[in-house]
């Protein structure tokens, strides 16, 4: 089994906290790889008119992959799913040969409770939360940890992931990243447009976007 972190999210764009974060679980997870799941569209945030096209936020999410053990892969689209609990469904079953877990900041724990279908998340993987400034102590008071609570392992056990079973959830620590796309659109309100000549090959499924 190849131990694989999924990381999701709008990447609009991506940028450095995106890659820090991942080199972290990476090594406190002892991941081979991390595949960053550029979302077609995340249900949660309605500002559709500031998102940029699909295959720049892809384009964007691969340049900042580069030379890193990190894939970025728009593979919601080509399965045709918008939920991650249903994402997270035909991956485990389109890849038998990998044991995911899924990573998200504490900020997301903070509003796991309005994912669709979140406890049928944590029933599918184990769950790795790290750390984000000021969003720890809402995490923590979250109300989907009022459930999963009882299934909190270890920090210093999280190399140990793959013989979990799920629900499992681990609260990772680095050191924090004020990194953020939004303040890169503010500075940059054009950035996708170095993107939209090309179309970028997807790093999972090797095809072009469609």
């Known amino acids: 089994m190849t131990p694989t972190g999924l990381l999701g999210g709008s990447f609009n764009p991506a940028h ?24 077609p569209g995340n249900p949660l945030k309605s500002d559709a008119a500031d998102m940029a096209p699909l295959a ?3 384009g964007s999410a691969r340049q900042m992959a580069r030379r890193a053990p990190i894939r970025a892969t728009a593979i919601e689209r080509r399965l045709g799913t918008r ?6 469904a035909k991956l485990v079953r389109r890849y038998p040969k990998r044991r995911f877990i899924w990573l998200m900041g504490s900020d997301n724990l903070a509003q796991f409770h309005r994912w669709r279908d979140w406890r049928r998340i944590a029933r599918t993987v184990p769950i790795a939360v790290i750390a984000r400034p000021g969003y720890d102590s809402a995490a923590r008071a979250a109300r989907a940890m009022g459930w999963l609570r009882r299934f909190v392992r270890p920090a210093d056990q999280a190399h140990r992931w793959t013989m979990w079973r799920p629900p499992a959830l681990v609260l990772l620590r680095f050191r924090p990243d004020p990194g953020s796309a939004t303040r890169q659109r503010a500075e940059n309100p054009l950035w996708h447009h170095a ?3 090309s179309t970028p090959r997807d790093s999972v499924t090797r095809a072009a976007l469609d």
């Open 16 to 39: 450095a906290a995106h890659r820090r974060i991942s080199l972290f679980a990476r090594d406190a997870l002892a991941l081979d790889e991390v595949w960053w799941l550029v979302s």
């Open 56 to 58: 720049a936020r892809l």
């Open 83 to 88: 939920y991650t609990a249903d994402t997270l």
């Open 195 to 197: 993107f939209n000549p």
